[in-house]
């Protein structure tokens, strides 16, 4: 094949993905995902990181999955990012979220 790779120091720090970072949500997009022969609808959210100072203005992503019938509860992954994106006020039955 040819291709020839050289291996270097890393140049940022890894996340620690059992701590929390405070973050801004920068945008969130529809997206899909093939997971056992199946299309699953999903949405993509970006952050910019805001804390520690070494970490700050880095730019993660996640995913998370639609939730069936466009209906939303405490039991969903959505729920859960919402709610904190809200800092910590749980949604209420009835509420209509848009992303």
Do not use: C
């Not at 291996?7 to 993905?17: A, G, N, Q, R």
């Not at 973050?23 to 969130?28: G, K």
């Amino acid at each position: 094949m040819g291709i020839t790779f050289r291996v270097t120091d890393t140049k940022f720090s890894l996340l620690d993905e059992n701590q929390w970072y405070p973050a801004r949500l920068i945008d969130v997009q529809p997206d899909e995902l093939e997971w056992k022969g199946k299309v699953v609808q999903k949405f993509k959210f970006f952050f910019a990181i805001l804390d520690p100072e070494d970490m700050e203005g880095r730019e993660v992503h996640g995913m998370v999955n639609q939730p069936d019938n466009n209906e939303l509860n405490e039991r969903h992954h959505l729920y859960q990012w919402i709610t904190a994106l809200r800092g910590g006020r749980p949604l209420s039955v009835g509420d209509d979220i848009g992303v």
